[in-house]
């Protein structure tokens, strides 16, 4: 099992920044891609960035040239840096971990951390 613990949501102003971490826990060997999603109430969940084990990355066009996410292997941990935020941006954010074992891959999800956006 892995578990994925994440921290550093909060409310911020418009315009300011936020660094999201999430931190692997327990039988990690063999996680690849590490990603974050969002949902705001109401809508469905959505892929913000993902990083792969080699560190690319890809991101939703919504925040592109905002947002930076990166890992530290060494720490097991996926960062999600948050420029420029705008209200739209508020929603409960996710850590999302993808573990290849024996040719299947499983997801693992953390708890969600909410950000909030005032404008």
């Known amino acids: 099992q892995v578990q994925l613990v994440e921290s550093g949501g909060g409310l911020v102003q418009a315009g300011g920044s936020l660094r999201l971490s999430c931190a692997a826990r327990?039988?990690?060997?063999?996680?690849?891609?590490m990603s974050w999603y969002r949902q705001a109430p109401g809508n469905q969940r959505e892929l913000v960035a993902v990083?792969?084990?080699?560190?690319?990355?890809n991101y939703a066009d919504s925040v592109t040239g905002r947002f930076t996410i990166s890992r530290d292997n060494a720490k097991n941990t996926v960062y999600l840096q948050m420029n420029s935020l705008r209200p739209e941006d508020t929603a409960v954010y996710y850590c999302?971990?993808?573990?290849?074992?024996?040719?299947?891959?499983?997801?693992?999800w953390g708890q969600g951390t909410q950000v909030t956006v005032s404008s």
């Open positions: 990083i792969s084990s080699g560190g690319s990355t």
């Open positions: 327990g039988n990690i060997v063999g996680i690849d891609a």
């Open positions: 999302n971990a993808d573990k290849v074992t024996n040719k299947l891959t499983y997801h693992y």
